[in-house]
C-alpha cells in the first residue's frame, strides 16, 4: 500500500518538457527582471488585503489561483500562463508574511 499521498499543486505552467524552459525563463523575468510598471499586472495590496481578509476559505495557495483567474479574467490582453503564475506568487509571498 502506498502511503505517500501527494496534494495538489496550484500551478499555471505548462507541463509540456519542451515548452518549460521558455515558460520558467518568462516566469523569471516577470518576478525578477521588470519593474513593476513593466509587468503584465498591477497588484494593489490595499484591496488584496481586504480579500484576504474577508475570504472564508484556508488555504493561501487556493486563494492566490483565484485572484490570479479572477484578476486576468478582466485583464485578458496582458493574460499568460507565466503571468498568472508570477502574479500567484508575488501575492502568495506578501500575504505569507502577514
Known amino acids: 500500500m502506498n502511503d505517500n499521498k501527494s496534494t495538489p ?3 499555471f505552467l505548462t507541463n509540456e518538457y519542451s515548452e518549460l524552459d521558455s ?8 518576478l525578477n527582471g521588470y519593474n513593476a510598471s513593466n509587468k503584465p499586472y498591477k497588484i494593489d495590496y490595499n484591496t488584496l488585503l481586504v480579500s484576504y481578509h474577508l475570504w472564508e476559505g484556508s488555504d493561501l495557495d487556493e486563494f492566490c489561483h483565484d485572484q490570479a483567474l479572477g484578476y486576468f479574467l478582466f485583464n485578458p490582453l496582458n ?3 507565466e503571468a498568472r503564475e508570477a502574479f500567484s506568487i508575488e501575492i502568495r509571498e506578501f500575504l505569507s508574511g502577514l
Open 9 to 11: 499543486t496550484f500551478s
Open 23 to 30: 515558460s520558467v525563463f518568462l516566469l523569471n523575468l516577470y
Open 79 to 81: 493574460d499568460s500562463a
